[in-house]
């Protein structure tokens, strides 16, 4: 069973930034991407960025330019560097890993409150 552990979460003004990570356990398996997704109040589960082993990268429309995901070498860990904040990305963050054989992971969630 795989452990997904973020942080980095918490309240900021608008235009302001936060960095969030997220440190997998130890797997016995081949990582093949790992993301960030938020929720937002009143709104289903959306994806904000993925990066895969290859260092492919893929953002939510409205986020390109402001967010960057990254990951360390081994990908046992993954970051989303959010600039620029705006209220519309209030949400609870969650970060996802995926293995090789198309399993999905999911940390327990960090809020990020963006006030006006």
């Known amino acids: 069973q795989v452990q997904l552990v973020e942080s980095g979460g918490g309240e900021v003004q608008s235009g302001g930034s936060l960095r969030l990570s997220c440190v997998a356990s130890?797997?016995?398996?081949?990582?093949?991407?790992m993301a960030w997704y938020r929720r937002a109040p009143g709104n289903q589960r959306e994806l904000v960025a993925l990066i895969t082993r290859s260092g492919y990268t893929n953002y939510l429309d409205s986020v390109k330019g402001r967010f960057t995901i990254s990951t360390d070498d081994v990908m046992n860990t993954v970051y989303l560097q959010m600039n620029s904040l705006r209220p519309e990305d209030t949400a609870v963050y969650y970060c996802?890993?995926?293995?090789?054989?198309?399993?999905?992971?999911w940390g327990q969630g960090t809020q990020v409150t963006v006030s006006s």
């Open positions: 130890r797997t016995t398996f081949s990582v093949r991407d």
């Open positions: 996802s890993l995926t293995g090789d054989s198309g399993r999905r992971y």
